[in-house]
């Protein structure tokens, strides 16, 4: 991707493209925004003065019946290359596979790897693939929380869920630089970082060791000495799994952090404050999760300590791939300028931040309900399909400018101010993310 001297930051695209499944059906945002109908979408995109976007060639999408069809591929990436815009390819995006698999499935990795290379052998210019996002995300909503199948809510589960994923991505990888020995992996994570009350650090350590496994499994560095092994051998990891990652690594080439205004998190053993639907806790404690921009008194710590945690840990470039806030437009470009500001920060200091992204270019639906009832209310992006067709919001403007190297000045973010607490507000030591 060059060095970081030589081109300036660059403004990459998204569009929202989760099909996750909650007991036997699935959630496709695609249909929802109408995307899968429209191609000349892409033009929009372009119009926008993008040049990269991540693009959803998903696997469930293609093998909705017995055999797999890439006329819908075929389709969207010709209108691509046309408009000059390179992919970011998505396989998975909060999936779990067609129904014939799952992600507790021992046949789950070799059937998404066995996918990807079929792909790139039909595709063999593609250069950039994300077989599976947010493996560790999807892990805890569907291993540990029990929002989405298998509905699990222990640690094994969420362990082998983690796993599966993880394995598909290098098994993916393999299969894919067998067509293209170029390929890259950019393999993204929703990163953030967790604060809490004295009597919860313990928790809130744990969590901030946890985030980085993903990158650590593929990177081949969880041997015995990994903090977190133990942790992993306990709960249903064997021996011979963790040995596998490390001896054959499929390390990430790009970094990719999802960073949202909701991936800061406060561990709060004040029980008193939070309505019952609130409060959970691990088994020793309990306590709420919550938002930290909603009560702790400093504030959120920002992109930057993120990206230079990444940065020192792994050493390779870093790509905000999602920055988006379900919100009114101007917010949504204050918090897009926010995160744009904070890139550069992190650049001037040192850390090799390539791109931010800006994501949901067509909207969400459903996120308010972690997406487990279908399109129940939706969220406009730079354009809104609120009506049947694309629109270009108030956001698409701050977007072009954006893409062609101007920021314009943006109203103060909410997440900025007082009017943000929600609850008590807590002053908590500062901590390195």
Known sequence: MGDIGQQRLRLWGGIECTVNRVADRHYDQLRYSGHHERVDDIDLVAELGLRELRYPLLWERAEASDSLDFGWSDERLARLHA?????????LHHGSGPLHTSLVSSCFADKLASYAGQLARRYPWLDRYTPVNEPLTTARFSGLYG???PHGRDDR???????SQVRAVMLSMSKIRAVNRHAELVQTEDMGFTRATEGLRYQADFENERRWLSFDLLAGMVTRSHPLYGYLIRSGASERQLAEFEARPCPADVIGINYYVTSERFLDDRLELYPPALLGGNGRHRYADVEAVRVCADGLLGPVPILEAAYRRYGKPIVITEAHLGCGPSQQASWLSYVWRAALHARSLGVDVRAVTAWALF?????????????????????????GSPQHTPLSDFIRKLAAGELDRT????????ERFAYEPYVSPSRAA
């Not at 408009?83 to 396989?91: Q, T």
């Open 147 to 149: 929002h989405w199948h």
């Open 411 to 418: 109203e103060p973010g909410w997440w900025l101010d007082d």
């Open 157 to 163: 589960t969420f362990v082998r869920t983690l796993l």
């Open 83 to 91: 408009r000059r815009l390179e992919p970011i390819v998505g396989l």
């Open 363 to 387: 909207g969400a639906y459903g996120w308010d309900r972690l997406v487990t009832e279908g399109p129940c209310s939706y969220e406009p992006g730079a354009l809104s399909v609120a009506s």
